[in-house]
């Protein structure tokens, strides 16, 4: 089993900014593409950002030029690095990882619990 934790998430006013981390750990035999969603309140989850091991990047239109997605694979964990922050950047953040467990021959996409970040003055 693979496991992401969250870390980061906090109230800032419009304009602000926030760097969110996700750190995986457990049996993990190969982790290719790590990612961020989130879901604002009576809305769908939605891709924020996404980074393949090659290192190729991915961003919703609503955020580019204001998020960074980076990873430090020796720590396994991936940072977003938030900035302009808008109130409407307000929602549960998750981290998301594709994975292959130890011992096993499919790969999964695995979800973090979400941290809240609210952009409010």
């Known amino acids: 089993q693979v496991h992401l934790v969250e870390s980061g998430g906090d109230l800032v006013q419009p304009g602000g900014s926030l760097r969110l981390s996700c750190a995986a750990s457990?049996?993990?035999?190969?982790?290719?593409?790590m990612g961020w969603h989130r879901q604002a309140l009576g809305r769908q989850r939605e891709l924020v950002a996404e980074?393949?091991?090659?290192?190729?990047?991915n961003y919703a239109d609503s955020v580019k030029g204001r998020f960074t997605i980076s990873t430090d694979n020796a720590k396994k964990t991936v940072y977003l690095q938030m900035d302009s922050l808008k109130p409407e950047d307000t929602a549960v953040y998750y981290c998301?990882?594709?994975?292959?467990?130890?011992?096993?021959?499919?790969?999964?996409?695995?979800w973090g619990q979400g941290t809240q970040v609210t952009v409010s003055s």
């Open positions: 980074i393949t091991d090659g290192g190729s990047t």
């Open positions: 457990g049996r993990i035999f190969v982790m290719y593409n």
């Open positions: 998301s990882a594709d994975a292959i467990p130890n011992g096993d021959t499919q790969g999964y996409r695995f």
